[in-house]
């Protein structure tokens, strides 16, 4: 498996908005064109569940992932996603909608933010807003946490997964739109170790025990505000659950709320207040001023404290 991902991150932000805004002046080149059919489009065909909250190339994070994150003090990079159903079978009723469910609990997952960002990929001239993990530094394109423990398995084998499914990747998505040559070589382990079917319960799909709470946090997650405590309390259930059950365990879901209400520790503080400074940033650009240059985030994250990047040379 190789990859060129220098000034692509294809698959670390939603690049979509470009393909609606673009007017074929920011571009350098240009390959054949084809319909648009965006990662939600597709996941909504492929499983026929429409995702509620997350974002576009969501990373769902495991149950060890979250507790990491956790104790870092990272957890305001952190964001639900349910999905509604259509069969009755498959969901339970909360409120005028009904969400996937397992044993009469909805099902979520537990992912990576994409705060609004400026950036510049795919040899742009021009920075567009686009949203972007929040781990991603705008101005190099790689990604904060590459290396660090940290770093998500689902990024990690990232493509390669991906192929072995059969499925269509980022990295052509780009090609086919951008040009250039990102997907090198093709080659992929056979997909197992996968966490799917019954074994992705309480390691990455959680099961929320108290579907009555639930309607005002999903009426907040479609409209893309889910509170922060919201957030806090599907992180502390996913935090609480036991792999291959449904089980979620009281002290555990305590201990992590009790934790997410306390004190950040300084290693990871950055993060919840560089998101809040790009909305500000992004929203002040609606209002009439410029979109600012990615190198902006070196006064919005790495002055907070955010990990640096090697750069590409
Ligand atoms: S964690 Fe890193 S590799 Fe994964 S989506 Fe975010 S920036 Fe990209």
Redesign the pocket.
């Known amino acids: 498996m190789e990859v060129n991902c220098h000034g692509c ?1 294809g ?3 939603d690049w979509r908005p470009l393909l609606e805004a673009d007017d074929g002046s920011n571009r350098r080149r240009r390959a054949r064109s084809a319909p648009h059919d965006g990662g939600a489009e597709r996941e909504r065909a492929f499983s026929e569940r429409v995702p509620l909250g997350g974002s576009y ?1 969501f ?1 769902a994070l495991t149950r060890g992932e979250i507790r990491t994150l956790l104790e870092r003090g990272a957890a305001a990079a952190l964001t639900p996603r349910f999905w509604t159903v259509a069969e009755e079978r498959e969901g339970v009723e909360i409120g005028d909608r009904r969400v996937a469910a397992v044993a009469g609990r909805p099902v979520f997952f537990v992912g ?1 933010r ?1 705060p609004p960002k400026p950036v510049a990929p795919f040899g742009r001239e021009e920075p567009t807003w686009l949203p ?6 705008p101005t190099t394109l ?5 290396g660090s423990d ?3 398995d ?3 084998t ?1 493509p390669e997964q991906t192929l072995a499914l059969g499925a269509e990747t980022e990295c052509e998505r780009v090609e086919t739109r951008f040009g250039g040559e990102r997907l090198l070589e093709r080659d992929h382990d056979d997909p197992d170790g996968l966490l799917f079917g019954p074994q992705a319960l309480g390691a990455k799909l959680f099961c929320h025990p108290r579907p009555d709470e639930l309607e005002g946090l999903l009426d907040r997650l479609e409209r893309g505000e889910p509170s922060a405590t919201d957030r806090a309390e599907c992180i502390a259930v996913a935090a609480a659950s036991s792999p291959g059950t449904v089980a979620v365990s009281k002290p555990h879901y305590e201990r992590a709320l009790e934790r997410l209400e306390g004190d950040e520790p300084d290693g990871d503080a950055w993060i919840a207040p560089a998101i809040e400074e790009w909305h500000r940033r992004r929203d002040r650009t609606r209002a009439g001023e410029a979109i600012p240059d990615p190198e902006l985030a070196a006064k919005i994250e790495d002055r907070r404290g955010a990990p640096e990047t090697p750069g590409w040379e």
Do not use: M, S, W
Not at 132 to 137: G, K, N
Not at 142 to 146: E, G, N, T, V
């Open positions: 991150a698959c670390c932000l190339n990373v990576l994409k972007t993990c929040v781990f991603l530094d790689q990604c904060r946490i590459h940290r770093f998500p689902e990024c990690g990232y």
